[in-house]
């Protein structure tokens, strides 16, 4: 009976086709900018222009101010995976990022995240026109990059806390893009991402844990027991819930969102509550990553709700005052 003759060690490795090459060249610059993150912060981009405008402002202006958002961003996030690099490469869930892979240099990536941050600002200023959203994007950038990424996430265990304000950008950005100005309802929304983050990532951080703390960041779940963490993200959750519900007095939002916001808030808290108490009876299974999942549904929840409210009848309108 024959057997296949095993392949030769020195047999010739067929290289990839030059498109195959380019497309994966292409792929590891655009993991630089990590395009899901990019996803859930243009997320909250448009329903803040579009309240805004108290309507739909222009497609053109939607259009520009979301390509300079996701350039803004992927700047950020390129300057973050440069300077993470190291831990990137000891933590199991980042192990394949391109810088730790090889697949992208770190002077490659350098020039990528300037050019990203040198066309975003221009972008906003020439072609969205706005001079207050260019310097917004700027501080974005210069937030994330700097503050959390080179001060506060190798240093204290509140770096998601003071590290995601440059994720609640987004909203200051489209609100100045559509108005030119920054008035109370946008920060409101600021607000809501700002108090959302601490719940939203620290389910994560939970289930990677042990990832963490082999590349000593300290974040809360590591350095802090279970119970506490679940304690601050209630905390967190009912200041993001007061956040959402402030809204409706100061932008005149309608019973249609005011409920959305306070039964999706009242859904968020209660999870956040029931893992506090699985945290308290010691439960081994805890579903976090459960938690983390419904915090993105929250946030699109609400947004939706922001998005929809203006085309609402007046007659819907809350009468606070």
């Known amino acids: 009976m024959s ?29 630089l900018t990590k395009p899901r993150i990019i996803e859930l912060l243009l997320v909250t981009t448009i329903p803040t222009m579009i309240l805004a405008a108290d309507g739909w402002p222009s497609g053109w202006l939607v259009l520009t101010t979301l390509v300079g958002g996701a350039l803004s961003a992927g700047s950020a996030n390129t300057f973050n995976m440069y300077i ?8 199991k869930r980042t ?19 300037w050019t990203l941050a040198v066309v975003s600002t221009l972008w906003f200023w020439f072609v969205v026109g706005s001079p207050l959203a260019a310097v917004l994007s700027v501080l974005a950038i210069l937030g994330y990059a700097v503050g959390y990424t080179m001060i506060l996430k190798r240093r204290t265990a509140q770096n998601i806390v003071w590290g995601g304000m440059a994720g609640c950008m987004p909203v200051l950005i489209g609100w100045a893009a559509v108005t ?3 008035s109370w309802a946008p920060v409101l929304l600021f607000g809501v991402i700002f108090f959302w983050t601490p719940p939203h990532y620290w389910p994560l951080s ?3 844990r042990r990832d963490y703390a082999n590349a000593d960041v300290p974040m809360l779940p590591v350095v802090a027991t279970t ?3 679940a304690v601050e993200m209630v905390a967190y959750a009912v200041a993001m819930v007061a956040c959402s ?8 939002m309608t019973w249609v969102y005011a409920g959305v916001a306070l039964g999706a808030g009242v859904w968020f808290t209660v999870g956040c509550v029931r893992l506090y108490n699985r945290a308290q009876r010691e439960e081994k299974k805890l579903r976090e990553m459960r938690l983390f999942h419904d915090s993105i549904t929250y946030l699109t929840v609400v947004f939706a709700a922001v998005l929809v409210d203006p085309f609402l009848p007046d007659s819907l309108t809350v009468g606070l005052f």
Do not use: C, H, N, Y
């Open 180 to 182: 030119q100005s920054i």
């Open 84 to 91: 993470d690099r190291d831990i990137d490469a000891i933590m």
């Open 245 to 252: 519900l402030l809204l409706v007095p100061v932008a005149g």
């Open 3 to 31: 057997t296949a003759s095993p392949a030769r060690p020195d047999a010739p490795v067929t290289p990839p086709s030059p498109w195959a090459a380019a497309r994966a060249r292409a792929g590891a610059f655009v993991a």
């Open 95 to 113: 192990k394949g990022r391109p810088l730790v892979t090889g697949a992208v240099t770190g002077r490659e990536a350098l020039v990528f995240g």
């Open 206 to 208: 939970m289930k990677f």
């Open 227 to 229: 119970r506490r963490v």
